[in-house]
């Protein structure tokens, strides 16, 4: 199931088309989207594509928009799930998605789909495979296994799934040995309906930011020293000590590794260096399938290096005014 692109409203007035702007973590996604907002005609509204910023007392870590930024420009989608709560899944998100951007559009603004998460951006491109339900007692028994273990298991029984999946996602390479333990078949054998390359939708226009890649690292570990500074330590341990973190919310990155710190694993100075080095590695993953996103025809892919949040969006709303206004 795919989002409805056309909301109950007047037909005879235009549907503001979804935009999505991606990028990898510390690329400047936040900032470029408030300025799309403001200069879009009917003006637009962000909703975050982001698995751990949908988590609620997790502003900090998971870099969600300050109260200011929220203030310039409307958002949906963000810290409002409960972290202790039941896995928040993609389908979860495209239901919410779906609601929020019939909203938008119902306004006459633009929906811009800031992300963010791969798996969030290609349900609202491609719909989603649901797969059965959650089955406590097989994730009691996967989640005794390593890393290692539960990717050398899944190589075993589904090589087309361990290949996609990187072998540090553990949430994603339990579901699919739950799935495979639950139905007898492999995960890979369900999704055959979904292709390799991600596919586009008439309503949707990507732009995805694309800053190099030393750059990138820079700005990570700028932002790492920000959150620290700005109370993230303290963020974690509140949470912690309210009994506030789930499964799925203790997996977010500098979440796992800051609880190891005030859990006496680690220095504070070896959490932060871990946070750093995960953080990288996420952005690679991202960078990978944000190359897949930007080789859809008509995908605009920009180098926001040397260029103010202003100057990005300038150059979007340039080339987007064409095809969303009507002739």
């Given at each position: 199931?795919?989002?409805?692109?056309?909301?109950?409203?007047?037909a005879a007035?235009?549907?503001?088309p979804?935009i999505a702007?991606?990028?990898p973590t510390?690329?400047?996604?936040?900032?470029?989207?408030?300025?799309?907002?403001?200069?879009?005609?009917?003006?637009?509204?962000c909703?975050?594509?982001?698995?751990?910023?949908?988590?609620?007392?997790?502003?900090?870590?998971?870099?969600q928009?300050?109260a200011?930024?929220?203030?310039?420009?409307?958002?949906?989608?963000?810290?409002?799930?409960?972290p202790?709560g039941?896995?928040?899944?993609?389908?979860?998100?495209?239901?919410?998605?779906?609601?929020?951007i019939?909203s938008?559009?119902?306004r006459?603004?633009?929906?811009?789909?800031?992300?963010g998460?791969?798996?969030?951006?290609?349900?609202?491109?491609e719909?989603?495979?649901?797969?059965?339900?959650?089955?406590?007692?097989?994730?009691?028994?996967?989640?005794a296994?390593?890393?290692?273990?539960l990717?050398?298991?899944?190589?075993?029984?589904?090589?087309?799934?361990?290949?996609?999946?990187?072998?540090?996602?553990?949430?994603r390479?339990?579901?699919a040995?739950?799935?495979?333990?639950?139905?007898?078949?492999?995960?890979?054998?369900?999704k055959?309906?979904?292709t390799?390359?991600?596919?586009?939708?008439?309503?949707?226009r990507?732009?995805?930011?694309?800053?190099?890649?030393?750059?990138?690292?820079?700005r990570?570990?700028?932002?790492v020293?920000?959150?620290?500074?700005?109370?993230?330590?303290?963020?974690?341990?509140?949470?912690?000590?309210?009994?506030?973190?789930?499964?799925?919310?203790?997996?977010a990155?500098?979440?796992?590794?800051?609880?190891?710190?005030?859990?006496?694993?680690?220095?504070?100075?070896?959490?932060?260096e871990?946070?750093?080095?995960?953080?990288?590695?996420?952005?690679?993953?991202?960078?990978?399938?944000?190359?897949?996103?930007?080789a859809?025809?008509?995908?605009?892919?920009?180098?926001?290096?040397?260029?103010?949040?202003s100057e990005?969006?300038?150059?979007?709303v340039?080339?987007?005014?064409p095809?969303?206004?009507?002739?």
């Open positions: 199931m795919t989002i409805d692109p056309t909301p109950s409203r007047d007035v235009p549907v503001p979804i702007l991606l990028g510390a690329s400047g996604k936040t900032a470029v989207s408030i300025e799309l907002a403001r200069r879009l005609p009917g003006g637009g509204e909703l975050l594509a982001d698995s751990m910023q949908v988590y609620r007392g997790m502003s900090i870590g998971t870099a928009p300050t200011e930024e929220r203030a310039e420009a409307p958002h949906h989608l963000c810290g409002f799930a409960d202790r039941a896995e928040f899944t993609v389908r979860d998100w495209l239901d919410e998605a779906n609601r929020a019939e938008i559009r119902g006459g603004a633009h929906p811009i789909v800031v992300g998460t791969n798996l969030y951006i290609r349900s609202m491109l719909g989603v495979f649901d797969g059965p339900g959650r089955d406590d007692a097989i994730r009691r028994d996967l989640e296994y390593d890393d290692e273990g990717h050398q298991r899944l190589r075993k029984i589904d090589p087309p799934s361990a290949d996609r999946i990187h072998r540090n996602d553990r949430r390479m339990i579901r040995l739950e799935v495979h333990a639950i139905t007898g078949r492999p995960l890979s054998d369900h055959q309906q979904w390799d390359a991600p596919r586009s939708r008439p309503d949707v990507l732009v995805v930011l694309d800053r190099p890649v030393d750059q990138l690292n820079k990570i570990n700028a932002r020293k920000a959150m620290l500074d700005s109370g993230f330590l303290d963020e974690v341990d509140r949470l912690r000590t309210e009994g506030g973190l789930g499964p799925q919310a203790r997996e990155v500098g979440y796992r590794e800051l609880l190891d710190h005030l859990e006496g694993g680690c220095t504070l100075e070896a959490a932060v871990r946070i750093k080095i995960r953080t990288r590695r996420y952005g690679k993953q991202q960078r990978t399938w944000l190359r897949r996103f930007a859809i025809p008509g995908t605009i892919r920009l180098d926001p290096t040397d260029r103010t949040a990005v969006a300038d150059a979007v340039r080339t987007l005014i095809a969303i206004e009507p002739s």
